[in-house]
């Protein structure tokens, strides 16, 4: 279910927001100002944050520099709620990185058709991390998987940087979540939500896609055993390297190496 927070100082608007999107299925925080605000968006990481502009103890945009400087909430889309709008406040909102305005009242129409537009553009950006990986690494295609490029591989997202380095540098260890959690100063569950939220993926999705990137190389590139691959990739035991393969590619890694070897000789007839 997709996690609304709403900062509103008039206890009216505010319960009106809250009834309107919860009616519409969605799981809805409130919060009377700006400082509960950020407050909530730390306890809860929302999907979307909804913030009126003129408040006490932390207007809309201190909320909103709050967050954006605060990596773990940085991405939640943010819309701005405001009774009156002036070209001023638009350049500062867009200037400081605000997703979208609405003006009070909105009608629930108005009001969903936001919503629905900056959570469409969130998935947009989720599905073209997955295109990235596609297209950067396809087992089927014996030379794209000996030309696999570390640095396309992973996302290339500047708020997960060290999430991805360490993955990069560690891969071929037997780390894990926790691992990487302590590694950046996140907890575990934490972490894979967020990872999870921007990216589509878990950081154990990406620990495993990076390790059968270089599984597929050794394979094709070498003749080691499937034992000497599984641990040169960072796995303790063969068997979890092999649940691993088939769940990736549908096959085990010798008929997966027997297969692209074969495509390989063909082309080369």
Same mark, same amino acid.
């Given at each position: ?167 990069? =540098?560690?891969? &071929?260890? *037997?780390?894990? /979540? +926790? !691992?990487?959690?302590? =590694?950046?100063? &996140?907890? *575990?569950?934490? /972490? +894979? !939500? ?76």
């Amino acid at each position: 279910m997709t996690k609304i927070l709403v900062i509103e100082d008039e206890a009216v608007s505010l319960e009106m927001l809250l009834d309107s999107l919860e009616a519409e299925g969605f799981d809805v925080i409130g919060a009377e100002n700006g400082l509960v605000g950020v407050q909530q968006a730390q306890e809860h990481l929302p999907d979307l944050v909804i913030c009126d502009i003129l408040m006490p103890e932390l207007d809309g945009y201190g909320v909103f520099s709050k967050l954006r400087q605060n990596r773990n909430m940085a991405m939640i889309p943010f819309i701005f709620l405001t009774a009156k709008i002036h070209k001023a406040e638009v350049r500062l909102g867009m200037d400081l990185g605000a997703d979208d305005y609405l003006t009070k009242p909105s009608t629930v129409e108005e009001l969903l058709g936001a919503i629905a537009a900056r959570l469409e553009r969130q998935a947009t950006q989720k599905q073209l991390y997955a295109t990235e990986f596609q297209q950067n690494f396809q087992p089927e295609s014996t030379e794209k998987t000996k030309s696999v490029n570390s640095e396309t591989l992973l996302p290339a997202d500047p708020d997960f940087r060290e999430v991805f380095e360490f993955i990069e =540098a560690n891969y &071929y260890k *037997p780390v894990g /979540l +926790t !691992d990487v959690a302590q =590694a950046v100063g &996140y907890s *575990p569950a934490y /972490l +894979t !939500d967020l990872i999870k939220r921007q990216t589509g993926e878990t950081v154990h999705q990406w620990i495993a896609k990076r390790r059968m990137a270089a599984a597929c190389s050794l394979l094709l590139e070498t003749n080691q055993s499937i034992e000497q691959i599984a641990e040169a990739v960072g796995y303790r035991y063969a068997g979890c390297f092999f649940r691993q393969f088939r769940i990736s590619f549908g096959m085990t890694p010798q008929v997966w190496r027997k297969a692209q070897r074969i495509q390989s000789r063909a082309k080369d007839n």
